[in-house]
């Protein structure tokens, strides 16, 4: 059986990827559309793309209306700068939402209309040239041919395809991780588990995405431990009256402060790992029971994925437990000497321990109410269905099912 392969046209990752992307980046055009959020102008991320750009000659501007996870409104709002601004290629600083909102501006800036006009089609033709400078460690955004964007008048995050929308350009550079709070380390990690474990347990694996995926979950397992509680340090250290030395893992200069940059970098490439091996292998169950909670309650894609994590994985591990048993052995949790049941069901309590470990909640510790979420479960079952994910899942699922699942999670 013969495979296909996709990935964008460049990667520059590890310390001073930006800087050595600088050159590849100014030949895009003439003029840029920065495509951002008010907190990575704030500290400075933004800054540091924009003197890079004035440094090669090449002109910008700067869209910050990405609020929160991307809506149609929000792309509307882009292209309306864009077009003003008479710009010629975009670049994404951010986390997955600016990623996915300079994709959807690039269709519109070339199709016209609207990107609610573009659910259920596949997009193609040519798209501006996209740099998409992650923020995060998770989205994998930088390395797909997808963006999500909500439709705001039916409550759908859409999932949009094409391979026009794979950015030309990914730099993945560590040093604009370092500044990401606890909570978005743990939500965006535990998703690049969700694309490297959805990815190697996917209908649609094969051998390029496995070695990627295989990697990715190694990384993830070894490290997001490290960044999360690294992250937790710097944001106790920053409270009003913590000001003074205590020890932490970047406060003693040392070996720890060594280890969280170490441990950002390897999840920096994790992440892009798993970006890499899901665009070509899909995901699975969790996205797309994901999106519909994040459409109708509003929570983080990240939270909502890791929400359904364990309880996914317990559902349908047995369809693909060879697979399953590959992971708990390849993380260290079993060994040659388990069974493959048993193996696959050490994995799935090292998925439950790492978001236990990272303080994800369930629906009702976030603050939603349980039983607005169960009469939400009928449309949440058909919307889940609708976005093809569960089918790429190994164990045949019916709406039944997915009810179930999220059933469980109350």
């Known amino acids: 059986m013969s495979c296909q392969f996709i990935m964008p046209k460049q990667i520059f990752y590890g310390e001073g990827a930006l800087e ?9 055009g003439s003029k840029a559309l920065i495509v951002t959020d008010p907190v990575m102008a704030k500290l400075g991320n933004v800054k540091a793309v924009t003197a890079m750009l004035e440094q090669a000659g090449v002109g910008y501007a700067v869209f910050e209306g990405v609020t929160g996870e991307p809506t149609d409104k929000m792309v509307e709002s882009g292209w309306a700068v864009w077009h003003r601004e008479a710009c010629d ?13 300079m994709k959807a501006i690039g269709v519109v800036a070339v199709k016209g209309g609207s990107i609610n006009d573009w659910y259920g089609r596949e997009i193609t033709g040519t798209l501006p040239p996209m740099v998409a400078i992650p923020t995060t460690s998770g989205t994998g955004s930088e390395a797909t041919q997808f963006t999500i964007i909500t439709n705001t008048g039916s409550d759908i995050k859409m999932l949009l395809k094409g391979r026009p929308l794979m950015p030309d350009i990914a730099v993945d550079d560590p040093r604009f991780t370092r500044t990401t709070p606890p909570a978005i380390t743990a939500a965006t990690g535990l998703d690049a588990l969700c694309h490297a474990a959805e990815a190697y347990t996917s209908r649609k694996a094969q051998p390029m995405t496995d070695t990627l995926a295989v990697s990715a979950v190694k990384r993830i397992f070894r490290y997001l431990p490290v960044c999360y509680l690294a992250a937790v340090d710097t944001a106790e250290a920053a409270q009003p009256g913590n000001r003074e030395e205590i020890p932490t893992a970047k406060s003693d200069g040392g070996e720890g ?16 790992e798993a970006g890499i091996a899901f665009n070509n292998a899909s995901v699975t169950v969790i996205h797309g029971m994901s999106r519909p909670i994040g459409a ?14 364990p309880a996914c994985f317990a559902f349908v591990y047995q369809e693909a437990v060879d697979r399953f048993a590959d992971l708990g052995r390849i993380i260290g949790v079993a060994d040659g ?23 994800i909640p369930t629906p009702e510790e976030y603050g939603i109410d349980r039983e607005v979420f169960l009469q939400k479960i009928p449309k949440m079952t058909e919307d889940a269905l609708a976005s093809g994910s569960p089918a790429n899942t190994r164990k045949a699922l019916c709406a039944e099912d997915i009810a179930a699942i999220y059933r469980s999670l109350l």
């Open 89 to 101: 290629f975009l670049v994404a600083v951010g986390g997955g939402s600016p990623i996915d909102t």
């Open 296 to 309: 109708l309650f509003h929570v983080p894609h990240g939270v909502s994925n890791a929400m359904l994590l």
């Open 257 to 272: 402060a060594g280890l969280a940059a170490e441990a950002r970098m390897q999840m920096s490439l994790a992440a892009l």
């Open 20 to 28: 050595q992307a600088a050159t590849a980046i100014a030949g895009c």
């Open 337 to 359: 000497k388990d069974a493959d049941l048993e193996a696959a069901g050490k994995f799935i309590s090292a998925c439950r321990k790492l978001c236990q470990d990272c303080h």
